[in-house]
């Protein structure tokens, strides 16, 4: 009974929901609190950096709640959420350079991130795939 319990739980759905949680929450790598102890995080770009990225965070739960409740619509939010953290990545290396951090950090942030948007529109936007997941998350 156990074994049959667990096998349920890792479902394609529930993980692919954990995933999609998951990352959207490291768009809070991107806020003022994860920035180097010597960086200066005051200004517009940086209080914009922490908007886009907040609301990031906030869509990417918002698509999670919805892929899990099976609604149609979850799809175009983790899309439209996916953006909205791309767009949120221009103010961040803009302010983050400025502000003196690193070159590395500022360019491993900025590539994991466009890595997980890439995944999200190439998961969603090629027609074989987006009818993969909407079969493994609509059913059953």
Same mark, same amino acid.
């Given at each position: 009974?156990?074994?049959?319990?667990?096998?349920?739980?890792?479902?394609?759905?529930?993980?692919?929901?954990?995933?999609?949680? !998951?990352?959207?929450? @490291?768009?809070?790598?991107?806020?003022?609190?994860? /920035?180097?102890?010597? &960086?200066? #995080?005051? =200004? +517009? !770009?940086?209080?914009? @950096?922490?908007?886009?990225?907040?609301?990031?965070? /906030?869509?990417?739960? &918002?698509? #999670?709640? =919805? +892929?899990?409740?099976?609604?149609?619509?979850?799809?175009?939010?983790?899309?439209?959420?996916?953006?909205?953290?791309?767009?949120?990545?221009?103010?961040?290396?803009?302010?983050?350079?400025?502000?003196?951090?690193?070159?590395?950090?500022?360019?491993?942030?900025?590539?994991?991130?466009?890595?997980?948007?890439?995944?999200?529109?190439?998961?969603?936007?090629?027609?074989?795939?987006?009818?993969?997941?909407?079969?493994?998350?609509?059913?059953?």
């Amino acid at each position: 009974m156990l074994a049959l319990e667990v096998m349920v739980m890792f479902t394609i759905r529930n993980l692919g929901g954990v995933a999609l949680f !998951l990352a959207g929450t @490291t768009w809070l790598w991107l806020t003022p609190a994860f /920035a180097g102890r010597d &960086v200066s #995080t005051t =200004g +517009l !770009l940086w209080a914009s @950096t922490r908007v886009l990225s907040l609301l990031t965070v /906030a869509a990417f739960c &918002v698509a #999670t709640w =919805g +892929l899990f409740a099976r609604h149609g619509w979850w799809e175009a939010v983790a899309l439209g959420s996916a953006a909205l953290g791309l767009i949120a990545l221009v103010p961040f290396r803009i302010a983050a350079r400025a502000g003196g951090e690193t070159a590395g950090t500022v360019t491993w942030n900025v590539f994991v991130h466009v890595v997980m948007v890439a995944g999200v529109f190439t998961l969603l936007l090629v027609p074989q795939l987006e009818r993969w997941v909407d079969n493994h998350v609509m059913s059953g």
